[in-house]
């Protein structure tokens, strides 16, 4: 990818619904809002179904995330794709823009990306794009 965005954020909102606690692991919705600073400045609003076993630091998720705001100096909006797992301090996902959901000057906008977890717990959202 030809662009690089470096994006520390806040999760502001995290709404949690157990829809299942039997033995062996609890899934629940969990529905978060976040706001960006750096290279990409503005909010974005995910759902996403997470699953964390019963022994600790072992989970995965899947979810969608619809950013608003600008990236670099283009204003618009796009929806990133996660999935991630870990387990016994391994981590590993993807986050990968969904193609064709660019809109206003993000239109076209394709890529992927991680987010990095500093010792402190900080996060930030690192993106990999093309806008074409």
Not at 93 to 118: C, F, K, M, N, R
Request: glycine share 16%; aromatic share 8%; net charge negative.
């Amino acid at each position: 990818m030809g662009n690089r965005a470096v994006a520390p954020f806040d999760i502001d909102s995290w709404a949690e619904d157990v829809y299942d606690e039997r033995p062996g692991a609890r899934l629940s919705r969990t529905r978060i809002t976040k706001t960006f600073t750096g290279d990409f400045t503005g909010t974005s609003e995910a759902e996403t179904l997470m699953c964390r076993a019963e022994v600790e630091g072992s989970a995965a998720y899947v979810g969608f995330e619809r950013f608003t705001g600008t990236l670099q100096g283009r204003t618009g909006t796009f929806v990133l794709h996660h999935t991630a797992s870990g387990s016994g301090g391994r981590r590993g996902g993807s986050w990968t823009v969904v193609p064709d959901t660019g809109t206003g000057e993000l239109t076209g906008l394709s890529g992927a990306g991680e987010i990095v977890v500093a010792e402190d717990g900080a996060h930030t959202l690192v993106l990999e794009y093309e806008l074409g």
